[in-house]
């Protein structure tokens, strides 16, 4: 029999929620009608509105590139450049698709922990109103970051006003909201709507569901033609039944937050269970549930042989390790020990 491991690598690696499956099946009864106009999303939309306020809309996309790219083509003209982090998930891991999609220019900017601040957005902005310049339009921040860090309330609020008073707009990439959520114990409206941003990209595939993010208008001017945009952007779903009743049991019972406690909880017990080998070092705050390690090289490749899991930075041999919803204590204490052994090796 082989031996069946619980991976590190990805919240992408995970089961589908039990409760999320049970919801698919439930649905799967008869005929609707198609693209959303049907019960189940009709339900979902209301559930939306019961977390994040009346004043939103709110459209179901299959994966969380077609919600980041398809929400922020919402928010830009084509002269405009979206403000990011060097290390978000647009910049990095979706192959060009928002400038390819929306012919907007990314605008990069280096951060140690993931995180936007107004001073690296100030520079950014002496070239407002030179006509040959890209014009910034939009600030693009991930929540919580690549690297598992969490915008506090007060960062995102002063971040978020800043751009506001700079005349930009904000979208969040929420595929992790939920686990910030979590970290900070707060309700979902305060760190979205409360914070004034415009445009969320609210994450599902990461926190049990079987595919699916929703995008969420907070600032309803923008939405006015994302039902066009979702279309040609491919991310309009026929049977779209099958997203929304994914999204109305994560909103149910608090699943979402139960989902993303237990992955943070797993996280915190990662990181304290290897913090005391010499040969490793947390190189981030474990705020939500990715542990970053910088280890030796070849502890790395025979850890590697056992489980699998992603370099973050290769030339300075660091690490990321991800845990989920369904990642459990004894995954953990096994994973610890396996990374314990392939040090001791090393020394
Ligand atoms: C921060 C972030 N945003 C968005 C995504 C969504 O990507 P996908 O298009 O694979 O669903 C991911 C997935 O890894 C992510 O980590």
């Known amino acids: 029999m082989i031996e069946y491991k619980k991976s590190f690598a990805s919240d992408n690696n995970t089961m589908v929620h039990p409760k999320i499956m049970e919801a698919l099946q439930s649905a799967n009864v008869g005929h609707v009608v198609a693209y959303g106009d049907d019960s189940y999303t009709e339900s979902a939309i ?3 509105k019961e977390i994040f306020g009346e004043d939103i809309e709110v459209f179901f996309v299959f994966n969380g590139t077609g919600a980041n790219v398809t929400g922020l083509a919402a928010m830009t003209m084509p002269h405009q450049g979206i403000i990011c982090a060097e290390s978000a998930h647009i910049q990095v891991d979706e192959c060009g698709a928002a400038e390819r999609f929306i012919g907007c220019r990314l605008i990069p900017v280096e951060t140690a922990d993931g995180k936007l601040r107004p001073e690296d957005i100030e520079p950014l902005l002496a070239v407002r109103g030179g006509q040959h310049h890209t014009q910034p339009g939009v600030v693009s921040i991930t929540q919580s970051t690549e690297m598992g860090t969490v915008y506090s309330i007060d960062e995102l609020k002063t971040l978020v006003d800043y751009a506001h008073s700079m005349n930009l707009t904000v979208h969040v990439d929420g595929a992790r909201i939920a686990n910030a959520a979590a970290y900070l114990n707060v309700d979902l409206k305060s760190i979205t709507a409360d914070a004034g941003i415009d445009v969320l990209s609210f994450g599902g595939t990461k926190n049990g569901l079987m595919f699916g993010e929703a995008v969420v208008f907070f600032n309803r001017t923008l939405s006015e033609n994302y039902k066009y945009i979702r279309k040609q952007g491919m991310q309009l779903a026929s049977k779209m039944r099958y997203i929304a009743v994914q999204f109305e049991a994560l909103l149910t019972d608090d699943l979402w937050l139960r989902n993303a406690q237990k992955a943070n909880a797993m996280a915190r017990l990662l990181a304290k269970e290897v913090e005391g080998i010499p040969e490793i070092a947390i190189t981030q705050p474990v705020q939500s549930n990715g542990v970053f390690v910088s280890m030796p090289k070849d502890a790395a ?7 699998f899991f ?8 660091e690490y990321r390790w ?5 990642t459990d204590e004894e995954d953990v204490r096994q994973f610890a020990e396996t990374v ?3 040090c001791l090796r090393q020394a």
């Open 310 to 317: 992603y370099p973050w930075n290769e030339e300075k041999g």
């Open 46 to 48: 209301k559930r939306f």
């Open 322 to 326: 991800m845990t989920s919803f369904d």
């Open 301 to 307: 490749e025979r850890l590697l042989e056992n489980y």
């Open 340 to 342: 314990r052994k392939a």
